[in-house]
């Protein structure tokens, strides 16, 4: 059960932040709550006390049901009554508030049917099995979905565990946290008369979770009022002084907004577009984030324009007759129609600047939009049910899944994982704490929702689960990515995954996971193996020192640079110039039929280039004069190649067989020390046909494991 107070620090209710075609009085729950208990209603009729919940109800549906409503109340106050608040109220006023701010949303008849009930099973003898008897099995799922578990059952871990089974109820029926949300809402309305210590923990829990999830469900509406009376509780002080900027400003003669709000109405209405026009207060937790941003704050920072309109085309509309007839602030511009957020806000932003220099901060949306912001998924009633041919029209197939939204998935997924109620509710915090989602695309077309922030390790363990312990590194936009890479919007990511089942993660990559799939995959792994070497890492390092530590293959053998002219009969160019010897470069490393071009060098020698090379371009600039070169009939030739991979366990036996498969012989090997996953190979071969080479850098880049394959290519010297 929960008190009731009235907070001196509340806002305005929320039967206020939608607008209405007609308005309706505030209602004091107070009064209806005694009124109800007067005596028995009736049933063939609808009690009273809820006239004004079916009223509410019947603006959003106007041919709905009531006959559940009556039967809900019925049970919902015949089983409270006796129960009081430590307001002093009767306890029914509680669930006929909650009740109330639903129906004010537009949630539908289940909704609001399990909201009248919500507390019967937990505080009173009606049983889940009398609910789902007398309601069905949807009304039972979402009563079951909020009732608390026993502290005497689970004792400190009755919270975190009873935000466990509500997520997991969520996650079939969005409906639960819904009813949840409203639910502290009216608590934190009514959290007056608790001992402050108590009130302070109770907001700290609705600062850290409830919140952030209000927002992720896109329940505007409610989120604006709990930061409102969060902030109230917690910064009281900053509060008190954010109230009495709004009320100094409240008083001022002169309102910016009211005059830019007359000038677009003028400018709409010489355009022929059909637009409400709106000022829109900022909450007090806008307010103060405002005046902590931008210091001494104008009539403008109080508020914004909003601007509705009916279709969707209209709002471009609006947007360029704003920007044409007035000044706009083109920085300030985001498209949120075209692009919608991930908990389905859809809106234009911009902004124009008053004459005095202030600038005024422009919503533009249709009347569905702005249903949708207020309300979130409660405004999209049960979103379960088949879609309407309206329904279908508007949202023309492209609007996010409301049933189970990406951020929610996720979370259910690595809940499965937490070994305890702390590693859970803490993780769970930590999660909600990030108040951005971006979308990646995998290569086949398909999408990746991930934290703002999240890495290329973070989208292996969504893509993945535990199988992502193999993976070996990601292509970004087609370009090669360290795991540890910070993704953003829009990147196309594709993920190497390794072919051998005992492949290990790398203790590194805690590093850089920030999801809790990612952590909690690896923390567990970890665990579960203890003492055990650094993954992938240290397997490619003790590879590296094996190759490092062998003797050479064969005197007289080239160091990395590229081609050596000794050894069994290279490629031969010829040079047109008689009796000149003959270098290819080790900085290109040509090879037939490479396109080649020579350059004479102290003592009669000209060295033999690539034409692409980056020396070619020095000696040009610095005046040197080219020979001409071309390739002789041997086409057998010696060529270093690099092979650039990510480590796994027998990578170097796997490139060795592919490359001696192709007929060519290696005539010296090394491999470098692993660097964040990734390894480099330098292999100079001898091939028996210069044809060959590019089968066989192929061939080397379908090992597993290999990213890319080139030709040695080192930066040019001066001296030649």
């Known amino acids: 059960m929960s008190a009731e107070a009235t907070n001196p620090a509340t806002p305005g209710p929320v039967t206020n932040t939608v607008p209405r075609r007609k308005a309706r009085p505030r209602i004091d729950l107070r009064r209806l709550g005694r009124a109800a208990l007067l005596g028995p209603t009736a049933r063939d009729r609808l009690p009273d006390a809820i006239g004004h919940v079916a009223e509410a109800h019947r603006a959003h549906y106007p041919d709905a049901d009531l006959e559940p409503l009556r039967r809900a109340w019925v049970l919902a106050e015949s089983s409270h009554r006796g129960q009081m608040r430590k307001s002093g109220e009767p306890y029914i006023t509680h669930p006929l508030a909650v009740t109330l701010i639903l129906a004010e949303l537009g949630a539908e008849t289940t909704t609001l049917t399990a909201s009248l009930l919500h507390d019967t099973v937990e505080d009173t003898e009606v049983t889940l099995d009398q609910v789902g008897k007398e309601f069905g099995a949807e009304v039972r799922y979402l009563v079951d979905g909020v009732t608390k578990l026993e502290k005497v059952d689970y004792g400190a871990a009755a919270e975190p565990e009873t935000f466990r089974k509500m997520l997991v109820a969520t996650g079939s029926d969005v409906r639960v946290m819904s009813i949840k949300l409203a639910d502290r809402l009216h608590n934190m309305r009514t959290l007056g008369v608790m001992r402050p210590e108590k009130q302070a923990r109770i907001a700290k829990v609705t600062r850290d979770v409830l919140i952030p999830l209000a927002e992720r469900l896109g329940v505007q509406a409610l989120k604006t009022e709990l930061e409102d009376l969060v902030f109230a509780i917690l910064h009281p002080e900053e509060y008190d002084h954010t109230r009495e900027l709004i009320v100094d400003n409240a008083s001022r003669a002169d309102d910016p907004l009211a005059e830019v709000t007359d000038e677009v109405r003028g400018v709409l209405r010489d355009a022929g577009i059909q637009a409400e026009v709106l000022i829109r207060p900022r909450h007090f937790v806008s307010v103060h984030r405002v005046a902590r941003k931008r210091g001494r704050l104008r009539g403008a920072d109080f508020g914004r324009l909003l601007v509705l309109v009916n279709e969707d085309a209209d709002c471009y509309g609006v947007l360029g007759e704003l920007h044409t007839c007035l000044k706009p602030v083109v920085s300030e511009f985001k498209d949120f129609i075209a692009v919608p957020k991930f908990n389905l806000y859809q809106s234009l932003h911009t902004a124009v600047a008053h004459t005095d220099g202030q600038v005024v901060e422009v919503l533009i949306?249709?009347?569905?939009?702005?249903?949708?912001?207020?309300?979130?998924?409660?405004?999209?009633?049960?979103?379960?049910?088949?879609?309407?041919?309206?329904?279908?029209?508007?949202?023309?197939?492209?609007?996010?899944?409301?049933?189970?939204?990406?951020?929610?998935?996720?979370?259910?997924?690595?809940?499965?994982?937490?070994?305890?109620?702390?590693?859970?509710?803490?993780?769970?915090?930590?999660?909600?704490?990030?108040?951005?989602?971006?979308?990646?695309?995998?290569?086949?077309?398909?999408?990746?929702?991930?934290?703002?922030?999240?890495?290329?390790?973070?989208?292996?363990?969504?893509?993945?689960?535990?199988?992502?312990?193999?993976?070996?590194?990601?292509?970004?936009?087609?370009?090669?990515?360290?795991?540890?890479?910070?993704?953003?919007?829009?990147?196309?990511?594709?993920?190497?995954?390794?072919q051998d089942p005992a492949s290990e993660p790398s203790r590194e990559w805690l590093e850089h996971a920030h999801t809790p799939a990612a952590r909690i995959a690896i923390q567990r792994w970890i665990a579960a193996h203890p003492g055990t070497g650094d993954g992938q890492g240290a397997e490619a390092n003790e590879g590296a020192q094996s190759v490092r530590s062998a003797p050479p293959a064969s005197e007289g053998t080239p160091d990395t640079a590229g081609i050596s002219n000794t050894g069994d009969a290279p490629a031969t160019p010829v040079v047109d110039q008689p009796g000149a010897t003959v270098r290819l470069a080790g900085c290109c490393t040509?090879?037939?039929?490479?396109?080649?071009?020579?350059?004479?060098?102290?003592?009669?020698?000209?060295?033999?280039?690539?034409?692409?090379?980056?020396?070619?371009?020095?000696?040009?600039?610095?005046?040197?004069?080219?020979?001409?070169?071309?390739?002789?009939?041997?086409?057998?030739?010696?060529?270093?190649?690099?092979?650039?991979?990510?480590?796994?366990?027998?990578?170097?036996?796997?490139?060795?067989?592919?490359?001696?498969?192709?007929?060519?012989?290696?005539?010296?090997?090394?491999?470098?020390?692993?660097?964040?996953?990734r390894v480099r190979h330098t292999y100079t071969l001898q091939l028996p046909d210069a044809a060959h080479l590019l089968t066989l850098m192929r061939a080397m880049r379908n090992v597993p494991g290999v990213y890319d394959v080139s030709r040695a290519q080192h930066h040019h010297t001066t001296a030649l």
């Open 365 to 498: 949306r249709t009347h569905q939009m702005h249903k949708v912001a207020e309300a979130g998924v409660i405004a999209l009633g049960n979103p379960y049910a088949p879609p309407s041919e309206e329904q279908q029209a508007a949202s023309d197939g492209e609007r996010a899944d409301p049933t189970r939204p990406g951020w929610l998935s996720r979370l259910l997924d690595w809940q499965e994982g937490a070994p305890d109620p702390d590693t859970f509710w803490s993780t769970l915090r930590e999660d909600l704490a990030q108040d951005r989602e971006i979308t990646v695309y995998r290569p086949d077309g398909g999408t990746l929702g991930l934290p703002d922030g999240a890495t290329c390790v973070d989208a292996a363990y969504a893509q993945y689960g535990e199988d992502a312990h193999a993976c070996i590194g990601a292509r970004v936009n087609g370009r090669l990515a360290t795991l540890s890479t910070v993704l953003k919007d829009g990147d196309t990511v594709q993920l190497l995954m390794g």
């Open 590 to 677: 040509p090879v037939p039929p490479d396109e080649v071009t020579g350059f004479s060098v102290r003592g009669g020698v000209v060295t033999v280039h690539r034409v692409e090379c980056s020396a070619v371009a020095h000696m040009k600039g610095v005046g040197r004069a080219e020979v001409g070169v071309r390739w002789g009939d041997t086409t057998e030739c010696r060529v270093t190649l690099v092979a650039e991979s990510f480590g796994r366990p027998h990578l170097l036996a796997d490139l060795t067989e592919a490359i001696a498969l192709e007929g060519a012989e290696i005539v010296s090997a090394t491999v470098e020390p692993p660097t964040q996953q």
